[in-house]
């Protein structure tokens, strides 16, 4: 393992020497980024994506969302309401309607921005917000939320600005409806109503991206071309801080040793951190050019691991998923990869976060206990290096990632040689971002395990990738994030409970059973807690990271060129 790690460390040193120190933009004109990954699509409800965030951040605004100081705020609305404020008013629930709690559900009152517009001019008004709930409760629409608008009773509407929400709880968070994107009824509407059930092949935001009439944001896109780039531009209807650049483009570049060398040559001005280099690099790269840019570690609630497919009859073993766990050193890849600073996870809930339960079941690297536990569940006889169940069957599994990020395909390796020690024969098959996210993920083809990362907001209950009614299917139009398969009634319990609690003593009871079960269960092997690595031309101020699921493009409109 340790020449594995050395080879790995030397892979990660060489890249090239030369820095070049772009210069200022053109009055401003141009901001070229590099990223990672193209988004699967660009529809606001479907398929959650770090790229389709990062870009849709800059061309609408969500209704709520968590700011820098992860405090909940508005945006597209005028004011959050409260219960103190009575524009929050708890209500017994419609007869025949089962509610969560003590029974009782919330009206929530908000009021969209009286200058708000689409991109094309049409005002944004409460038939929006209508055709979007019509949309988010339709079972075949696939959207990536579907509770959400389970739990949204009706709306009702005041006037073309002002709505009433009716939910059927009183959660701590009520007031946030994040995922609750706003969709322009006057061009989406007579396509959804055509076929609502193959709306998601026919939107406009993938069919006609750069129709004005899609954005409500900074900018709006003026060109999209699939895997390569998209090209944005100002978004003149636009009702907030006029943006510095009159166009951002984003640079589509999988390979992360390429943008590298993109920013090097000048092609790009700057390298995303929600999308970008990965910390190995951002720490090599700071050793060779930190003098020619700015570069920012922010460490947050994004963390990397791998979804373990449950419905492989092999891994719906626990003892076979723990010792997985317990075959691999994850404190030897952090600190000889990331010099320590992206430490190991060992659940979902970030050391960061103040609902995090530090006492639970923790897997150190036990080549002893994982064979133990392998030979226990039946995998005991040794061929070739390769373990064998009593049926001669060897204990083969099939381990996929994205193909061309460079620290995870080598962290892949690492695992696999880990586990060959351990007798398990770990079969690599990796995929463009494309194609592994919006087809193998999504549609849940991946027969064993998948390596990706999560972004988390705080106190993020985890409803979409835990809970049993959001395991995706053909049946509910692919919708939730529960990839793995996971089913625990008393973790479906917990999740729903956390939700309307209002007691915060209570409420981190709840969360420290949750991460238990986690450990306890193994539906996921949680890596290590990744550092964003933000690499930015030394003109560029304003951006700032914010250390949780909203991307820091969300405030581009903030960013501005030195002495300008």
């Known amino acids: 393992m340790r020449k594995l790690l050395l080879a790995v460390v030397l892979a990660l040193a060489g890249s090239l020497s030369t820095a070049f120190t772009g210069p200022l933009p053109a009055a401003a004109e141009e901001l070229r980024i590099g990223i990672s990954q193209y988004p699967t699509t660009l529809h606001p409800s479907r398929e959650a994506s770090v790229a389709k965030s990062y870009i849709m951040s800059m061309t609408q605004r969500p209704m709520t969302v968590y700011d820098h100081e992860w405090q909940l705020i508005c945006m597209l609305c005028v004011e959050l309401p409260s219960i103190?404020?009575?524009?929050?008013?708890?209500?017994?629930?419609?007869?025949?309607?089962?509610?969560?709690?003590?029974?009782?559900?919330?009206a929530l009152t908000y009021t969209i921005q009286p200058e708000a517009t689409w991109g094309d001019g049409t005002p944004i008004t409460t038939r929006d917000v209508l055709f979007t709930y019509k949309v988010g409760r339709h079972e075949k629409s696939g959207v990536g939320s579907l509770e959400l608008y389970r739990r949204i009773l009706s709306i009702d509407v005041i006037d073309d600005k002002t709505f009433v929400m009716h939910v059927d709880r009183i959660s701590f968070e009520y007031a946030a409806i994040n995922d609750f994107r706003l969709l322009p009824a006057h061009i989406e509407e007579p396509i959804f109503d055509t076929a609502p059930e193959d709306y998601r092949n026919r939107t406009a935001f993938d069919n006609d991206p750069t129709n004005p009439g899609l954005a409500f944001g900074p900018y709006r896109i003026v060109e999209a071309i699939p895997g390569s780039r998209i090209v944005l531009e100002r978004n003149e209807t636009w009702w907030g801080k006029r943006p510095t650049f009159d166009r951002i483009t984003l640079l589509t570049i999988e390979k992360t040793t390429a943008l590298e060398a993109n920013l090097l040559s000048g092609n790009i001005d700057m390298i995303s951190g929600e999308l970008g280099l990965t910390l190995d690099q951002a720490l090599a790269f700071e050793k060779r050019n930190g003098e020619d840019y700015q570069i920012i570690y922010e460490p947050g609630l994004l963390y990397e691991h791998i979804d373990l497919m449950l419905e492989n009859p092999i891994l719906q073993d626990k003892r076979v998923r723990q010792a997985l766990v317990y075959a691999i050193d994850r404190e030897a890849i952090s600190e000889r990869l990331f010099e320590g600073r992206q430490p190991v996870a060992h659940s979902g809930v970030s050391p960061l976060d103040w609902v995090h339960y530090p006492d639970i079941k923790k897997y150190s690297h036990d080549p002893q206990k994982a064979a133990a536990l392998l030979d226990e569940a039946g995998w005991s006889e040794m061929r070739d290096g390769v373990r064998h169940n009593a049926a001669g069957e060897p204990l083969r599994l099939e381990f996929m990632t994205t193909a061309g990020n460079r620290i995870r395909e080598?962290?892949?390796?690492?695992?696999?040689?880990?586990?060959k020690q351990a007798g398990i024969d770990m079969r690599v098959r990796n995929e463009p971002p494309r194609a592994f996210f919006g087809e193998t993920v999504h549609h849940r083809r991946f027969t064993g395990l998948a390596m990706f990362a999560w972004g988390k907001g705080p106190e993020h209950v985890p409803r979409t990738t835990l809970h049993s009614e959001e395991i995706p299917a053909e049946e509910n139009?692919?919708?939730?994030?529960?990839?793995?398969?996971?089913?625990?009634?008393?973790?479906?319990?917990?999740?729903?409970?956390?939700?309307?609690?209002l007691d915060r003593t209570k409420r981190k009871e709840m969360w420290a059973r949750v991460q238990q079960i986690y450990a306890e269960e193994v539906p996921v092997i949680s890596l290590y807690w990744r550092a964003n690595a933000y690499v930015l031309p030394k003109w560029l101020k304003g951006l700032r990271p914010t250390g949780q699921m909203a991307s820091s493009s969300l405030w581009v409109e903030d960013?501005?060129?030195?002495?300008?």
């Open 84 to 106: 103190e404020a009575g524009t929050a008013v708890p209500e017994a629930l419609p007869e025949g309607v089962e509610g969560a709690g003590d029974g009782q559900g919330i």
């Open 410 to 419: 080598l962290v892949q390796q690492v695992l696999q040689s880990q586990w």
């Open 477 to 501: 139009g692919w919708s939730g994030q529960n990839y793995t398969g996971f089913r625990n009634a008393e973790m479906d319990e917990l999740i729903d409970a956390i939700g309307v609690e």
């Open 559 to 564: 960013w501005t060129v030195e002495g300008r």
